[in-house]
T-cell receptor, first 120, second 113 residues
Framework: GAGVSQTPSNKVTEKGKYVELRCDPI?????LYWYRQSLGQGPEFLIY????????DSGLPNDRFFAVRPEGSVSTLKIQRTERGDSAVYLC??????????????????FGPGTRLTVL | GENVEQHPSTLSVQEGDSAVIKCTYS??????FPWYKQELGKGPQLIID?????GEKKDQRIAVTLNKTAKHFSLHITETQPEDSAVYFC????????????FGRGTSLIVHP
């Protein structure tokens, strides 16, 4: 079946501009996660959704970053007034469920290919 | 918060050799340790995981070991093949409902044919 898809695959923007990054999770997955991966680093957690609500946004670096998932499926990560330091690969993942009550398999996160954001 | 250290950053082996990647973690409450493989231009893919109630787990050519006392865990790949070349990440997560992992910095594994 179809995996997690992310668009665009690459985004180049100028400092100060606004960008939106889109994530289409696996159909039926209730949990959706956003990570940021800088060059030579592991993914860093930003935010995750359970259904439509943001269950944990503790990883968002500042108030320029915001994410929504209005219908509990597609999610959009929004970055205002972009800075050069925002350049990274933004990864999205989804899982069937989220929560300690499920099995590890049900909580397994499936990642998309990422969006490479370059801020000039 | 959790801190995961991973070594080496680069590992070069000949086809057929074994490869070992080691990680340490700081939060003694962490109880779930997944390993991911990331190929160029793709997102990380879970290849094996281990929970704190076991010390070792094996899946064909891949095995993981966990030492909770020392707070370190390792990935072992035997009979390496060129298609094993990728970046490997270890991660740790703690109970609390979300299974959100803290990742290491990654190991770039190169398998020479």
């Amino acid at each position: 079946g179809a995996g997690v898809s992310q668009t665009p695959s690459n985004k180049v923007t100028e400092k100060g501009k606004y960008v939106e990054l889109r994530c289409d999770p696996i159909s039926g997955h209730t949990a959706l996660y956003w990570y940021r991966q800088s060059l030579g680093q592991g993914p860093e957690f930003l935010i995750y959704f359970q259904g439509t609500g943001a269950a944990d946004d503790s990883g968002l670096p500042n108030d320029r970053f915001f994410a929504v998932r209005p219908e509990g499926s597609v999610s959009t990560l929004k970055i205002q007034r972009t800075e050069r330091g925002d350049s990274a690969v933004y990864l999205c993942a989804s899982s069937l469920i989220v929560g300690g009550g499920g099995t590890a398999k049900e909580n397994e996160q499936f990642f998309g290919p990422g969006t490479r954001l370059t801020v000039l | 918060g959790e801190n995961v250290e991973q070594h080496p950053s680069t590992l070069s082996v000949q086809e057929g050799d074994s490869a070992v990647i080691k990680c340490t973690y700081s939060d003694s409450a962490s109880n779930y340790f997944p390993w991911y493989k990331q190929e160029l231009g793709k997102g990380p893919q879970l290849i094996i995981d281990i929970r704190s109630n076991v010390g070792e787990k094996k899946d064909q050519r891949i095995a993981v070991t966990l030492n909770k006392t020392a707070k370190h865990f390792s990935l072992h790949i035997t009979e390496t093949q060129p298609e094993d070349s990728a970046v490997y990440f270890c991660a740790a997560s703690r109970p609390g409902g979300s299974y959100i992992p803290t990742f290491g910095r990654g190991t770039s594994l190169i398998v020479h044919p």
